[in-house]
């Protein structure tokens, strides 16, 4: 039990160093991208961060929702990706934790921050300055919207990773193999079965 716990906190302290990294990464792309295209660029930018958080949130899930069991038999075929869907599966704690929370929250908070920015473009484009009741109104409909967005999003992404977690995972497992055999970067730690 207590090794359990050791391993669990190493991975949260990890996880946390992880996302540290990564939110200040993605906020200062987003942050510097954005502060050089037109308020409609940056829409789309804002839209793309949304989507990105759906999808590892749909990742995430389908990885706690798949079975083995049918990896085990393309495995035996020797078909790629298989190997490594058993391994997300395997680690679908981790892995969840990583897309859902990670990756899902980044996106989250950096598409709050973009949408600010988006919110500033728009207001200064029309000529309003800063608080008005216009930057206001603009601020409360794009706020609502992401919110809008993320969460349907999300609704929809949980009902595909729960119905059809085999394939997700499948794909899912078919990308990391790509990358670790042509960019040789471990993705996902070895099978110790």
Not at 53 to 62: H, Q, S, T
Not at 117 to 125: E, N, R
Not at 174 to 188: G, N, P, S, W, Y
Request: glycine residues 8%.
């Amino acid at each position: 039990m207590k090794s359990h716990l050791q391993k669990s906190i190493k991975f949260s302290i990890s996880i946390a160093v992880i996302t540290f990294v990564l939110a200040a990464i993605f906020s200062v792309i987003s942050s510097s991208v954005l502060g050089e295209v037109a308020w409609v660029f940056g829409l789309i930018i804002v839209l793309v961060i949304v989507l990105m958080g759906v999808f590892f949130d749909m990742l995430g899930i389908a990885a706690t929702a798949a079975d083995e069991v049918p990896f085990h038999a393309m495995a035996a075929e020797k078909v790629s990706g298989s190997k490594h869907a058993i391994l997300i599966v395997r680690n679908a704690d981790r892995f969840a934790s990583f897309c859902n929370d990670v990756i899902g929250d980044i996106s989250g908070i950096v598409s709050g921050t973009a949408s600010a920015i988006v919110v500033l473009q728009i207001a200064t484009g029309f000529g309003y300055p800063e608080g008005t009741s216009f930057q206001i109104i603009i601020s409360v409909i794009l706020t609502s919207l992401v919110a809008a967005l993320t969460v349907g999003g999300k609704a929809i992404g949980k009902y595909f990773a729960i119905h059809s977690s085999t394939s997700i995972i499948f794909f899912a497992g078919k990308i990391i193999a790509f990358i670790e055999d042509k960019f040789k970067i471990k993705v996902l730690p070895q099978d110790k079965k």
